[in-house]
């Protein structure tokens, strides 16, 4: 094995933007790197840009032109002379063309080799090295499938229910859920036609439906000499539309005996690819206990804080080192969690109005403190939540001794969550704290949107026939009306000043 | 100071008069006496009765207030009790007449849905807007008739701007 260069990084460059940011910043402080980001227009005013010790505009607000412009924030790492490129999560981070660009041009890619991303990237690539490694994968077919034939007896193997997937997909587009043979030629035409017109290939591959599954994932480090380890599972079943909304560590339905046996597994997917950095094993887990590889997450993922309450790891501090060609120490051996942790992530979006986006400026806003309580938010109170991106405000995790203690904090701390100016999904969790099968943590990948769509999680009235309302508003409106009758002429007097303002404003313009 | 104060289904009636520092306010038959302070320009913590409550207070368009509280938002109407008089007066018939659909949030017209004098059901789709990525679908509330379409697909709104009368 060639010897790992060993470097000491001076500037690291962070192509991403929003709570991520802010949150590598802190990393790089912590090691004495100075920290750049990189900002479209709509960003210029955010946490990230005011936390940062450099910030560089790279364009305008669509994120095409600014936070995907892969050869324009690689070049702007050269000049400005960053050891290296930190991608967060989304946007570039899973290319890998950006860990190529990063090796060609002589910056170090804070995340895999391009080898790595592009073999995992692929998922009939992906499947046939897992199970070439012996991970266990879901029963189907190994590959795409070439025609109707192939796909029925690839389905008989595999046992109805069935689900076709598209090769290059992601997202739940081009899948279908097929019950019996029956229905294979229909929903094989439409995958495909889907598949197609969706990613420009009509490649489409089967697997067994794993009924009411869980979806827990491994969190993984790798460092440049080989060495892989396991840190523990989360548990990430509650998703609202495939999105993830509330993660949790450890998970309710894995014992430490199965947390050993999906900690090898995942640690056998990594290794088959070459996989360094932080990464994360996705696994299918079934009633039976029975689980199963969806896919490896080739970077640091949203809710690795429930992973570093648990451990007491910092997994960016470690993504850092590890891309410095520091080895993994003695304290990534052998890690169990302690305690449990929690998180739910706070989105600009209005549970009382079909979880409509609510941008706009956050008036007021107070995050809660106190004993087991962190925050990671990417705003500020005044700042303005532009329409242009994700609507993740913050990220609020808790930790407790147990899940009871945890979720108590949790509750303590929504309550102490203040947020004025746009509408959030803070009611949702206050609803989920309130659901039985929330509090015995029973629930499946599906459980979220079921309950949402038969209308059963219905968030805990606050307030009803309260005077608090009416009281507020008598006092302002009271206040408003004895500052009017105070200045009888207030309203001409105002019209002339603006009017005398605006005569100034026209000769400024005039003159300068 | 007399009003009569709209929220949600309650109907109240309220007066308010300044004690000192304080303000002494009867909502229907409680009365309450609040002690405010402005802690920016929308936040005023209230002691009322000694306890202690957080609120923002947002003057909407048209003078309505909205209330934030304890997590939850608040419409409160407040108007002369001669006012309500005359409103309750004409009956529901404001209510019932034309109803101006409003953009929610800044975003995008994806599409409209809806062509002018079109009758329309109740839930039917009129305009997606698309903001944070996201396209959402704005419904008609009750069934009726398009009698004017303020938008077209591609353009960029405004929170509160009209995007489709009915009627």
């Known amino acids: 094995m060639p010897e790992v260069e060993r470097r000491r990084f001076r500037k690291v460059l962070i192509a991403n933007r929003g709570e991520i940011a802010v949150r590598i910043l802190r990393a790089l402080r912590e090691l004495d790197i100075r920290g750049a980001v990189i900002y479209s227009d709509a960003d210029r005013e955010s946490l990230a840009v005011l936390s940062a010790d450099e910030a560089h505009r790279i364009g305008a607000p669509p994120s095409a032109e600014s936070y995907l412009r892969m050869e324009a924030i690689v070049e702007l790492a050269v000049e400005i002379g960053a050891d290296a490129i930190h ?65 029925r007896e690839a389905a008989a193997r595999a046992g109805y229910p069935v689900i076709l997937k598209a090769s290059a997909g992601g997202g739940g587009k081009g899948m279908r859920v097929v019950r019996g043979e029956r229905e294979l030629g229909e929903a094989f035409r439409l995958a495909r036609a889907e598949a197609r017109s969706a990613f420009g290939d009509d490649a489409v591959f089967l697997e067994k439906f794993v009924v009411e599954p869980r979806h827990v994932e491994i969190q993984l480090l790798g460092d440049l000499d080989g060495k892989v380890v396991s840190l523990g599972e989360r548990e990430c079943s509650l998703q609202r539309r495939h999105q993830k909304v509330v993660e949790e560590a450890p998970s309710t339905a894995v014992s430490p005996e199965l947390r050993r046996r999906m900690g090898e597994a995942a640690v056998a997917a990594a290794r088959a690819v070459g996989y360094s950095n932080a990464g994360t094993c996705e696994f299918l887990l079934a009633r039976s206990g029975e689980f199963y590889f969806l896919e490896m997450n080739t970077r640091l993922q949203v809710e690795h804080p429930v992973t570093e309450m648990v451990t007491g790891l910092d ?38 109005n079909r979880f409509a986006p609510s941008p706009g400026r ?48 949790l509750g303590r701390a929504l309550d102490e969550l203040r947020v004025e100016g746009i509408r959030t999904n803070a009611p949702l969790f206050e609803a989920l704290l309130a659901d039985d099968e929330f509090r015995r943590g029973e629930f499946d990948i599906h459980w979220l949107d079921r309950k949402l769509a038969a209308g059963e999680l219905v968030p805990p009235e606050r307030g009803a026939g309260s005077d608090v309302p009416i009281l507020a508003a008598a006092i302002e409106h009271f206040d408003r009306a004895q500052r009017t009758a105070a200045q009888p002429n207030g309203a001409p007097h105002r019209a002339a000043w603006t009017g005398a303002a605006r005569r100034a404003a026209l000769r400024s313009t005039r003159w300068s | 100071m007399e009003l009569i104060a709209r929220s949600g289904e309650r109907v109240e009636r309220v007066s308010v008069e300044r004690d000192g520092t304080c303000y002494r306010i009867r ?66 018939s404001g209510r019932k007449g034309r109803q101006v659909i409003s953009a929610y949030m800044p975003g995008r017209v994806v599409t409209v849905s809806v062509a002018e004098g079109e009758a329309v059901e109740a839930g039917a789709p009129l305009v997606v807007l698309e903001a944070m990525k996201m396209q959402n679908e704005i419904q008609a509330e009750r069934a009726g008739t398009v009698r004017k379409l303020h938008v077209a697909a591609g353009q960029a709104v405004e929170g509160g701007d009209p995007l489709v009368e009915l009627e």
């Open chain 1, 87 to 151: 991608p967060g999560y989304g946007f570039l981070a899973e290319r890998a063309e950006l860990s190529a660009l990063c090796r060609e041009r002589g910056v170090v890619f804070v995340g895999p080799s391009p080898e790595a991303i592009a073999a995992l990237g692929s998922k009939t690539e992906a499947r046939r090295r897992m199970i070439d490694a012996g991970v266990p994968v879901v029963p189907g077919s190994a590959g795409a499938l070439d025609d109707l034939d192939a796909a």
């Open chain 1, 315 to 352: 997994l960016v501090v470690a993504q850092l080192r590890i891309a410095q060609g520091e080895p993994l120490g003695p304290e990534f051996d052998g890690v169990e969690p302690l305690g449990h942790a929690v998180e739910v992530r706070l989105y600009a979006e209005d549970p009382y």
């Open chain 1, 362 to 409: 956050i008036a007021w806003l107070r995050l809660p403190q106190g004993p087991g309580v962190r925050n990671d938010a990417g705003v500020y109170g005044g700042c303005e939540v532009p329409i242009d991106y994700d609507p993740m405000l913050a990220k609020l995790i808790v930790w407790g001794r147990d899940r009871a203690e945890a979720l108590r904090r």
């Open chain 2, 27 to 92: 909502v229907g038959e409680r009365e309450h006496r609040v002690e405010s302070r402005a802690l920016g320009p929308f936040v005023r913590s209230l002691l009322v009765n000694a306890e202690s409550h957080e609120t923002a207070v947002f003057r909407l368009p048209g003078g309505a207030w909205r209330v934030g509280w304890r997590g939850r938002s608040h419409r409160v109407e407040l108007v002369d009790p001669l006012t309500h008089l005359a409103e309750e007066a004409h009956g529901d």
